[in-house]
């Protein structure tokens, strides 16, 4: 399927140039920053991949990723004073890349069997474990642990693509309308900054 | 061993528990939350399982403990004020989910032909990586690393039942008498502040 | 090869070492020195042979790396105030570790017929991950990210075997070229205080 493959090469970009920025905002040098920014656009679907048992994972198979994560961090590197000028387009980027990136792990996941959490799960995962792993290497607590809806938005589309996959729908409308679904929430909640519940606090409490 | 998975998921929903309240503790939300009590909960048995390459996890082929993770960390965010009444049960839920984790780890090496420090190691991770994981989403040092006896009674455990497996004793009792061995230390060291050694510090060393 | 094998001995105590001087440094008790050795000395490692699918993997096929990453880290413990006068010595053993661990990982990396990047990776990889799982477990940013020419030489290094490995050079040679290639890089960047650029910074920008 050639519009998800380059919806995912997209996703790929839009997560390096994220992951690069970070890398930058903590003073690291070149190795760091390109290291950053490949693991913040290839850790979710490598994880994924060595929790379904398919190793080597995806990256190892399909060179393109590497060589795509490594150029576009090695632009945000050269050109990072000018990367605020982008920081509306790459949001939106980063929420196609979410939506892509859901589609793409829970469609993988069912592929292999994996019951209705699971799914989700590997959906969820493909799509925010290399935001984690960006966020963990930069010693912060992940941002999608804390930040408004995001990762509730994959879960969301991740349910979806499960429940109209026992559906007869065909499966390229499914992932397309999930796809969807994760976008446009994703895109809502940075226009009308909603954000998940937080336990309510009581003093004394610490 | 019916025994064994009822303790089991005993363990499973302290160490979610304790997973939920450290996500409610660094303010995060719901999802934040929920993800953190199944990491916590799933993450040992889950790396055990990678690291022999039984894959999926054994959480993707009975999804109770899921279902199990989720629930308890809802009850942990919704009513999170009132668990400060259950800290001592939880304590000793936790060491109880300690023992049987660390059985369950080391068992499972020796059915994989593991040798003595790999089948130990597996007990021990099966038992404290879900709290490291903890710990690291939550970017602190792993208290696992500091605390008061802990990881090292998971080490005797896992000790004892790899040197009863070379005994003619039956396997039940093995898995029994070594999960009791972890949670009498662990109960032990609650209850007398036992911890081990630090390195002696000499002034002018940072 | 036995040369190689002496080689990736005294590399993993080297960076046993260098994980026990950071478990104490972060005032861990006796077990959390003992497993951030481990950690630093095998993980690097371990990681790799799980994205190849090598699994268990090979610490747990030999124990040997295991026995003696903690009889390191035990000296360390008991001695860590005469450590100081090794510094030297340990940076230069870490040196040869470095190149060790890289062409054994590379290596590797082209028995498993991966591609360029995936190879050169594997190498890094198989040099740097245990440093950083050793940076996450003590809540830092990994040095590596930050630091002189430390991974660079042995991204240097796995590329430079990559290469050879397509010319009619014996493996042994190319292996031997390439690892010193990675130590007299590092020993360079130790002497001459080589570091990578750093992205410029502007004011303003955060």
Redesign the interface.
């Known amino acids: 399927m050639n519009l998800l493959y380059s919806l995912d090469l997209l996703g790929t970009a839009a997560f390096a140039a994220s992951g690069a920025l970070a890398?930058?905002?903590?003073?690291?040098?070149?190795?760091?920053?390109l290291?950053?920014g490949m693991v913040t656009a290839t850790g979710g679907g490598?994880l994924r991949d060595?929790?379904?048992?398919d190793?080597?994972?995806f990256?190892?198979k399909d060179?393109t990723y590497?060589?795509l994560s490594?150029f576009v961090s090695l632009a945000v590197?050269?050109f990072?004073?000018r990367v605020?000028l982008l920081q509306l387009p790459l949001l939106y980027l980063d929420a196609l890349g979410l939506g892509t990136f859901v589609v793409i792990g829970t469609g993988k996941a069912l592929d292999?069997h994996?019951?209705?959490?699971?799914s989700v799960?590997m959906g969820v995962m493909t799509a925010t474990a290399g935001g984690?792993m960006r966020d963990?290497?930069?010693?912060?607590?992940?941002l999608?642990?804390?930040?408004e809806v995001y990762?509730?938005a994959c879960?969301a589309g991740g349910a979806l693509l499960y429940l109209l996959h026992l559906t007869p729908l065909p499966a390229p409308w499914a992932l397309i309308i999930s796809a969807l679904a994760v976008i446009v929430l994703r895109v809502c909640a940075i226009h009308f900054n909603w954000?998940?519940?937080?336990?309510?606090r009581?003093s004394g409490?610490?």
Do not use: C, W
């Open positions: 890398g930058i905002r903590r003073d690291m040098d070149l190795f760091g920053v290291m950053l490598t060595l929790l379904l048992g190793t080597p994972p990256i190892f060179e590497f060589y490594i590197f050269l990072h004073h605020g292999f994996m019951g209705f959490i699971g799960m984690m963990i290497l930069s010693s912060q607590v992940p999608v642990l804390q930040k990762a509730s879960l954000s998940l519940p937080k336990a309510p009581n409490h610490n």
